[in-house]
Nanobody, 124 residues
Framework: QVQLVESGGGLVQAGGSLRLSCAAS????????MGWFRQAPGKEREFVAA????????YCADSVKGRFTISRDNAKNTVYLQMNGLKPEDTAVYYC?????????????????WGKGTLVTVSS
């Protein structure tokens, strides 16, 4: 079990960039696969990106591939989402997620712990 706190959300113009951070505490962070999901108003929560416990494997949804990059720094107990080339359709609340060593199952939506979210708004 880990506690997750997101930061870095805000308002950005289309084509701009933001970096989200997720600070983790609790059980051993390095043993958890980590990921990001997002939810726009009136829509279902959807997968965005995932990273394995070691950081050696990453995967991004097709909608953000080539624009978003997920990374982690286990020494700092932190996972990041670098978002470039932002589009208005990226507007959503972004949630950090933790899964015990199961990054592929996390992609499918299996999550052990959630953060409370940070809002990203992209203006047109």
């Amino acid at each position: 079990q880990v506690q997750l706190v997101e930061s870095g959300g805000g308002l950005v113009q289309a084509g701009g960039s933001l970096r989200l951070s997720c600070a983790a505490s609790g059980r051993t962070f390095s043993n958890y696969a980590m990921g990001w999901f997002r939810q726009a108003p009136g829509k279902e929560r959807e997968f965005v990106a995932a990273i394995s416990w070691s950081g050696n494997n990453t995967y991004c949804a097709d909608s953000v591939k080539g624009r978003f990059t997920i990374s982690r720094d286990n020494a700092k107990n932190t996972v990041y989402l670098q978002m470039n080339g932002l589009k208005p359709e990226d507007t959503a609340v972004y949630y950090c997620a933790a899964r015990s060593r199961g990054y592929r199952s996390l992609i499918a939506g299996n999550v052990d712990d959630w953060g409370k979210g940070t809002l990203v708004t992209v203006s047109s």
